[in-house]
């Protein structure tokens, strides 16, 4: 669970700012978003395989 400690000094709006950059770091939202339907393994399999052909090709990019 992510937690933030509002100084008393602090805007409320400063305190949600890094709220929502703890949220996002820890990948919160982006699990919610994995989970909010059922993903067949197939797939999954495949958009797996997608990422990985992704990275595969910056990394070739980058090195050259």
Do not use: C, N, W
Not at 5 to 34: H, M, N, P, T, Y
Not at 35 to 54: D, G, I, L
């Amino acid at each position: 669970m992510t937690k933030v400690i509002v100084e008393a000094d602090e805007s409320f709006e400063s305190a949600l700012r890094r709220f929502k950059k703890q949220i996002e770091k820890s990948g919160v939202l982006s699990d919610l978003k994995r989970h909010q339907h059922y993903e067949k393994p197939s797939v999954r399999r495949k958009r797996k395989a997608v990422v990985a052909r992704k990275k595969v090709k910056r990394r070739e990019r980058s090195s050259e």
